[in-house]
């Protein structure tokens, strides 16, 4: 572990003091990686305490009875992750879930990317341009939530409000419409303030992507005759697929354990109701620790199908290079 | 790829500033577990509550003023909490009831949304607390009643509010040929329909899912009866009767003609509405009053009976569908003889009448000061102390239904406004009386 002494213990002994080879010796012996790991070991811990910790007791409590404050824990074998199915609330809330997330993720990918593209091509003041878009990201979906809820209302044009009484005005009245009060598609625009707030994100990422392309290899397609559409297609696009994958990761687990933004727009409503907003109603309101558990493994579990794989998949990655 | 590996570096960053938050939090909450467990501590007395609001903080002043006054050795620590109907402070009291470091005494609704605390032992009985200070004679016989459980009360109410309040805009209704408030719900229903015929103006406006609740107890009271509907709490009741199908047909036929835009409205802006000249009626309970004809910013500055009027909600009159913010008496209460001095005030006439005027409420009691209550409020204690009125508890607001029931009832009226199946409505509120009215 520790680098060979090269001095000869006699010659050191003279030129050093006793107290200094006390410390010396100390040194010797305390392996290499130790500050590191006294450096780190407050947040080893508390990660440790905290996460693992965490979801440890969650999945224990998930797979416990203890559906109130007074009844032991006991053990119910996971009975508790088939009897949410019947929870009234639960299947439209997993169905909001999924609408959300898909609406959102392609959603900012798609704005993102285009966003990123138009910057590419050179344009004017462009470091103005990439704060605006990515500004949105620093408000907290609880300030952006409350304004939006205010943009989305669904109110006839006679007391019109937000973005319908901006479509009155404009004369695109037959744009005005239910937003997240739809029945069936509200979540659909629920997604919208998630995109408005993720795709300037989004479009740094694919920004540095862009960047990370080589101006040779597009020289070299194009003197090959490739035209400016190829170029992208089969040259550009390739390279970006880990931007693809690394977005679709975070802005797939955000999506999953959305919550702030439907308590800022909507509060606990069943109309916009989603797993997260669930595990508190149940464990908050309802007084159901062993459902709330339940509910939160679930997301858990979601969330990490989607990111084991790719963690998976950048370790591989890392190693090849 | 560098930025995941920069999204799990703050994550790490996060964590270990929430925990050191936590830890931080966690020392610091030590240092008010001063005083001797039980025994008749009265050096202070810590008074947990979620009045923070306009009204509602100068009225707990005040009786803070009067308990000082009579208990000079005790210091008054007002652990009051912000946040509409308390659901934050509520999330804070019971983490601190679970880690036993109970406040001396802490605000609840009156009934069954107390339930859970005195399940889980965590607050006593006041039996013996009204007996000595003769608080059975002092309150109406059926609150009592209807606050008790398995025949043992549990909290001192301080003020009574009232749920099945309908606001109209007199104006409109002139307009709709109407000649004054429906009586009936099935009056109810065609004055609707007139509004909605003649005027343009919305019928009826309606807030978030809650107002929906809100709005479904004063249409079971008002087609049940007082009777049937307290009935409906008690253990073996029949909610899948005909005449509960009858109530939510009703019910149902009334939400045709609510506001589009009510989930993205609160009761204030759906109340609002009314005085503003956009909708004839409303009904919401009588906190609505004070909002109405209090100064800005907290009030809109209306005028009663020119801007709005009010009656009972349809088919209720006769019927005080009541709501009360109670004081409980912990068990394991540091200051326990400090918490019981506070509790006396609480329940005293001088208390009660000094807290409900600023609040906009009347005393629970039936001695108040008459001369103190002006207004809506004049009318509505004499509604309170007229012989012969029925009491009914508001289940929404905590009297009838404990929390779980509460959001059971509160997941099938959000699952019926998306479906609008009155079937499916009955027996989803079957399942949650099955599963809950277990008293």
Known sequence: ?321 | MHVPQVHIRWKTLAAVAVGGALLISGCGGGDDDDGGKGGGDTSQVEVFSWWTGPGEADGLNAMKADFEKKNPGTKFVNAAIAGGSGTQAQAVLASRLQNRKPPDSFQGHAGAELLDYIKQGQIESLDAFYDENNLRQAYPQQLLEQISYQGKIYSVPVNIHRSNMLWYNPGILKDAGLSGPPKSVAEFITALKAVKDKTGKVPLSLGAQWTANHLLESVLLGDLGTDAYNALWKPGADWGSAAVTKALTDFAEIMKYTTAEAASTDWQGASKAVVDGKAAFNIMGDWAYGYFTGSAPNGLGKKDGTDFKYAASPGTDGTYMWLSDSFTLPKGAPHRGGALAWLKVAGSKEGQDLFNPKKGSIPARKDADKSLYKGYLEYALNEWNKPGIKLAGSFWHGVYSSKRWHADIDTAVGLFLQNKDVAKLQSALVTAAKNNNTQ
């Open chain 1, 1 to 321: 572990m520790t680098s060979p002494d090269v001095t000869p213990p006699v010659a050191r002994e003279s030129i050093e003091g006793r107290g200094r080879r006390g410390r010396r010796a100390w040194r010797r012996r305390a392996p290499r990686w130790l500050p590191g790991l006294l450096l780190l070991s407050p947040s080893i811990v508390a990660i440790g305490l905290f996460v693992y910790g965490l979801i440890f007791w969650n999945t224990r409590v998930a797979v416990s009875g203890k559906h109130d404050m007074v009844s032991p824990y006991g053990f119910d074998k996971g009975k508790n992750f088939v009897d949410l199915w019947d929870v009234p609330s639960w299947p439209g809330a997993v169905r909001h879930a999924l609408l959300f997330t898909a609406v959102f993720v392609i959603g900012a990918l798609v704005l993102g990317f285009f966003l990123a593209f138009l910057m590419e091509k050179g344009i004017k003041a462009e470091a103005g341009f990439r704060a605006i878009y990515l500004f949105p990201m620093a408000v907290s979906f609880i300030a952006s939530g409350v304004v939006w809820r205010w943009l989305m209302n669904p109110a006839p044009p006679e007391r019109a409000v937000g973005l319908n009484q901006l479509f009155n005005k404009l004369g695109l009245g037959a744009l005005g419409n239910d937003w997240w009060q739809n029945p069936r598609l509200g979540m659909a625009a629920m997604a919208l303030p998630a995109i408005w707030q993720m795709s300037g994100y989004v479009m740094a990422l694919y920004l540095a992507g862009f960047r990370g392309v080589p101006e040779d290899l597009r020289e070299a397609a194009r003197v090959d005759g490739a035209s400016e559409w190829k170029v992208y297609r089969y040259v550009v696009l390739p390279q970006l697929r880990p931007v693809t994958l690394s977005a679709l990761i975070i802005l797939g687990h955000i999506s999953l354990k959305v919550f702030d933004l439907i308590m800022a727009i909507a509060g606990k409503q069943i109309i916009t109701y989603v797993p997260a907003v669930a595990t508190y109603v149940e464990v908050f309101d309802r007084g159901d620790p062993a459902n709330g558990a339940t509910i939160a493994t679930y997301l858990l579990v979601a969330v990490g199908l989607l990111v084991i794989p790719y963690l998976v998949w950048s370790v591989r990655a890392e190693r090849e290079r």
